[in-house]
């Protein structure tokens, strides 16, 4: 499992932690409240374990994630949102072709509907045998 981020508000109160599905990789974000239980997954399913945070001196506490973890951090964002693109893109992709299918389905019916109202009209005009 990726390491869990997490910050403390100016109140000491604990706030959001940050961790990664041990099944998916998606990244989640769940309430520091949360830490040590385990929830579903929004992406699999599967059952994620919060991690449960260090308390670390807030003398020693960085207040800042390091450059490279932070690089890493938009780095996998970056990948996440280009996935879902992709998975967008497809979508889209599978809608364009249905929607020209339609359109071609609804040309076959008005030509359909214009032939056979020509053959009406046709049947009209024809004169009709006197009895």
Known sequence: ???????????????DIFFTCEHCGVSLVVDGTA??????CQQCGKPANVPVLRTVNAATQSPLPS????MAELQHHL?????QRTEINGYINQLS????????RLQTLNERNK????????????PRPQA
């Not at 450059?67 to 932070?70: L, P």
Request: hydrophobic share 35%.
């Open 97 to 104: 072709i249905q929607l020209h299918r339609w359109q071609l």
């Open 35 to 40: 830490a040590g239980m385990t929830l579903q």
């Open 67 to 70: 450059a490279s973890a932070k």
């Open 115 to 126: 032939q056979l109202t020509d053959e009406m009209t046709g049947l009209d005009c024809a």
């Open 79 to 83: 990948k996440e949102n280009e996935s």
């Open 1 to 15: 499992m990726e390491a869990a981020t997490g910050l403390t508000d100016s109140n000491n109160k604990k706030a």
